[in-house]
């Protein structure tokens, strides 16, 4: 028993050394500057990597960035990655900074996404808008979507404006909608959630831009079937904008030095990928349970060693 320890002993030494033999440098003790951006599952992860990039003895900062900017930075090396690029909405941004060079495609998460405007479960089982989750059916029924604030149309509660510009009034001009519906711009995530809590409340008629992995999945959000996306549909890209968001990736990008400077990071968060559950869990502990995200992610860190260790080994 006693030989059989040490000879397990040995091994692992051995294979040890091999993991650290000189081949591998060892990751430079300069922080790796992680973005932190206003929706609540991306902050949490930056403070989930970050602890995973801790527990390997790396040095991290934490700053906030913009949306859409944050591509550039990270081509030009002030900040080292991204975790959460979402296709629909930051896709055009990254493919831009990767064709100027600088910036590298560092693995996809196992989530699927979908960033879309929708209505609550409700809307759907209490027939508010026959027809509905069909776009279709919105003409014959802005009245139910109409606040105060709308001019009489339909209100669509659209994310803050750096997310999409102004792709959600384009697209309903594209529709042909635009003389039924408004866009009107939360001016932060929290502001989507406050107006779905308020119109649950009296079980009213609400559409808001939402997505896909969210702390909404458990309760039920039904995205609406807008035209099927194809490349070249957004007005950006030359289209009328009448299309849907596409069904997406969840990528993770890095500045092209980061495999060099950090070989053992990078190559951990080249590993990392997380499920629609795990990107739940870490919406839901801040918009449910109303923990601070550094809170939160200490919390989902603790409790899921299993989910992110072996992205470490
Ligand atoms: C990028 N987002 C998840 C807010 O749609």
């Given at each position: 028993?006693?030989?059989?320890?040490?000879?397990?002993?040995?091994?692992?030494?051995?294979?040890l050394?091999?993991?650290?033999?000189?081949?591998?440098?060892?990751?430079?003790s300069?922080p790796?500057?992680?973005?932190?951006?206003?929706?609540?599952s991306?902050?949490?992860?930056?403070?989930v990597i970050?602890?995973?990039?801790?527990?390997?003895?790396?040095?991290?900062?934490?700053?906030?960035?913009?949306?859409?900017?944050?591509?550039?930075?990270?081509?030009?090396?002030d900040?080292?990655?991204?975790?959460?690029?979402?296709q629909?909405?930051?896709?055009a941004?990254?493919y831009?900074?990767?064709?100027?060079?600088?910036?590298?495609?560092?693995?996809?998460?196992?989530?699927?996404?979908?960033?879309?405007?929708?209505v609550?479960q409700?809307?759907?089982?209490?027939?508010?808008?026959?027809?509905?989750?069909?776009?279709?059916?919105?003409?014959?029924?802005?009245?139910?979507?109409a606040?105060?604030?709308?001019?009489?149309?339909?209100?669509?509660?659209?994310?803050?404006?750096?997310?999409h510009?102004?792709?959600?009034?384009?697209?309903?001009?594209?529709?042909?909608?635009?003389?039924?519906?408004?866009v009107?711009?939360?001016?932060?995530?929290d502001?989507?959630?406050?107006?779905l809590?308020s119109?649950?409340?009296?079980?009213?008629?609400?559409?808001?831009?939402?997505?896909?992995?969210?702390f909404?999945?458990?309760?039920?959000f039904?995205?609406?079937?807008f035209?099927?996306?194809f490349d070249?549909?957004?007005?950006?890209?030359?289209?009328?904008?009448?299309?849907?968001?596409?069904?997406?990736?969840?990528?993770?990008?890095?500045?092209?030095?980061?495999?060099?400077?950090?070989?053992?990071a990078?190559?951990?968060?080249?590993?990392?990928?997380?499920?629609?559950?795990?990107?739940?869990?870490?919406?839901?502990l801040?918009?449910?349970e109303?923990?601070?995200?550094?809170?939160?992610?200490?919390k989902?860190?603790?409790?899921?060693?299993?989910?992110?260790?072996?992205?470490?080994?």
């Amino acid at each position: 028993m006693k030989k059989l320890t040490r000879n397990i002993a040995v091994a692992m030494s051995l294979s040890l050394t091999a993991v650290s033999s000189p081949a591998m440098a060892a990751d430079s003790s300069k922080p790796i500057v992680i973005p932190t951006h206003n929706w609540s599952s991306q902050v949490v992860m930056a403070y989930v990597i970050g602890g995973i990039f801790e527990s390997m003895g790396n040095n991290v900062e934490y700053v906030p960035a913009d949306t859409q900017a944050v591509y550039e930075a990270i081509r030009n090396g002030d900040v080292t990655i991204s975790h959460e690029v979402w296709q629909s909405t930051f896709g055009a941004s990254f493919y831009n900074a990767m064709q100027k060079g600088g910036i590298i495609d560092a693995g996809t998460h196992a989530a699927m996404t979908l960033e879309e405007m929708g209505v609550p479960q409700y809307v759907i089982d209490d027939n508010l808008c026959p027809g509905l989750p069909k776009w279709e059916a919105l003409a014959n029924c802005p009245e139910v979507f109409a606040t105060a604030d709308s001019g009489g149309k339909g209100r669509w509660l659209e994310g803050p404006q750096s997310w999409h510009g102004n792709q959600m009034p384009e697209r309903l001009a594209g529709l042909g909608l635009d003389d039924k519906y408004m866009v009107k711009f939360a001016g932060s995530a929290d502001a989507l959630w406050a107006e779905l809590e308020s119109a649950k409340k009296d079980r009213r008629g609400v559409i808001t831009f939402n997505w896909t992995p969210n702390f909404t999945d458990a309760e039920g959000f039904v995205f609406i079937e807008f035209p099927e996306y194809f490349d070249g549909c957004r007005v950006g890209d030359g289209g009328n904008g009448a299309c849907g968001s596409p069904k997406g990736w969840l990528k993770k990008a890095a500045n092209y030095k980061f495999p060099k400077t950090h070989p053992a990071a990078y190559t951990a968060f080249s590993k990392i990928s997380f499920t629609s559950t795990d990107i739940g869990q870490m919406a839901a502990l801040v918009d449910i349970e109303k923990m601070s995200h550094q809170d939160a992610a200490k919390k989902w860190l603790s409790a899921h060693e299993d989910v992110w260790k072996p992205f470490t080994e």
